[in-house]
């Protein structure tokens, strides 16, 4: 990775309130923060981008968290990916 090559985080959770205290907590230059508002809006941006890092809310409507970990998981591009659960 380049020096001027930025880290994609993926943060995905149905709050919106929730999403921008996660960003105001991790925001960083050399991070490329994404958001996605559901574990289906998650699964698009996987085919747009790799992420080093995925923080997924466990309880969304719909697919919730964990059932969008083993999605990803079982995609052998993200099966190296660092996967943080949390729930409120």
């Not at 993926?10 to 996605?36: F, T």
């Not at 747009?48 to 969304?60: G, N, P, R, S, T």
Request: charge should be negative.
């Amino acid at each position: 990775m380049g020096a001027k090559e930025k880290v994609n985080i993926l943060l995905v959770d149905d709050r919106p309130e929730n999403l921008l205290a996660l960003e105001a907590i991790i925001e960083r230059d050399n991070y490329h923060l994404v958001k996605a508002f559901s574990g289906e809006e998650a699964l698009k941006y996987l085919l747009k981008y790799e992420f080093a890092v995925i923080l997924l809310d466990v309880q969304m409507p719909g697919i919730d968290g964990i059932e969008t970990a083993k999605i990803i998981k079982a995609r052998e591009k993200q099966k190296y990916s660092t996967f943080i659960h949390y729930s409120q």
